[in-house]
Each structure stands twice: as structure tokens, then as C-alpha cells.
Nanobody, 126 residues
Framework: QVQLKESGGGLVQPGGSLRLSCGFA?????VGWFRQAPGKDREGVAC???????????WYSTSVQGRFDISTDTDKNTVYLQMNNLKPEDTAVYYC???????????????????WGQGTQVTVSS
């Protein structure tokens, strides 16, 4: 297990944008973002297989599809989550997570991800 390092959270007005970053290890197969709002379960937001990104190995939850974009810079071992047109319901602690075995990213099972970050707060409010 590796402690992942996230950055980029903050306070933004509705309709605004933020970009989250997450450093991962070279042997990680998939890197995903989860979020947890107060009183709610942690939910999957987006996931990417860095070595297969150009083949379309990307998944989004329906709640963020079309607004969020996940990408990777394999030279920097970094995954980005560009969040556009943010809504108050996007307010949550966002966690980066990585899987070190081959998984079906569309499942977004928490137990598939063995390395986690400490979380970064995203608040969308006017």
C-alpha cells in the first residue's frame, strides 16, 4: 500500500472549476477518484487506467459525466480530475485511490483500491 498525495481542493462558486491532482506509483494499474459528502456513503466519481488511457479505459459516474474530465500524465505519474460547471451537490471530500491489480474500473468497488490519499475538501457555494 502507498499513501497517495492529492492536491487542488478548495472553495468555488457554482458554475466554477477546480482541478485535482494525484500522484501514483508506476505499478498502479488504475487510479480513481471517490467522494464523500457529510452523511452519505463514499461514491466513485471517475477512474482511469493510465497505461490504457489512449484506448479509452476511462469511467465516469452519471452524476459527473460531461462536466468532469479525468486525465493522466504518465511522465509525471500524475492523474488529474478537471471539474467544470461545479454544483453545490458536488461538495464533498474527494479521495484519490489506486488499484495495483487488474480490475473492472466500471465497478468502482472500494475494496479493489488498496492505496488511498488523505482526501481534499471541495466546497461549492455562493
Amino acid at each position: 500500500q502507498v499513501q497517495l498525495k492529492e492536491s487542488g481542493g478548495g472553495l468555488v462558486q457554482p458554475g466554477g472549476s477546480l482541478r485535482l491532482s494525484c500522484g501514483f506509483a508506476k505499478d498502479h494499474y488504475a487510479v480513481g477518484w471517490f467522494r464523500q459528502a457529510p452523511g452519505k456513503d463514499r461514491e466513485g466519481v471517475a477512474c482511469i487506467v493510465p497505461s490504457e488511457a489512449n484506448l479509452g479505459s476511462i469511467w465516469y459516474s452519471t452524476s459527473v459525466q460531461g462536466r468532469f474530465d479525468i486525465s493522466t500524465d504518465t511522465d509525471k505519474n500524475t492523474v488529474y480530475l478537471q471539474m467544470n460547471n461545479l454544483k453545490p451537490e458536488d461538495t464533498a471530500v474527494y479521495y484519490c485511490a489506486a488499484a495495483d491489480t487488474i480490475i473492472r474500473i466500471a465497478n468502482m468497488y472500494r475494496d479493489d483500491f488498496t492505496s488511498w490519499g488523505q482526501g481534499t475538501q471541495v466546497t461549492v457555494s455562493s
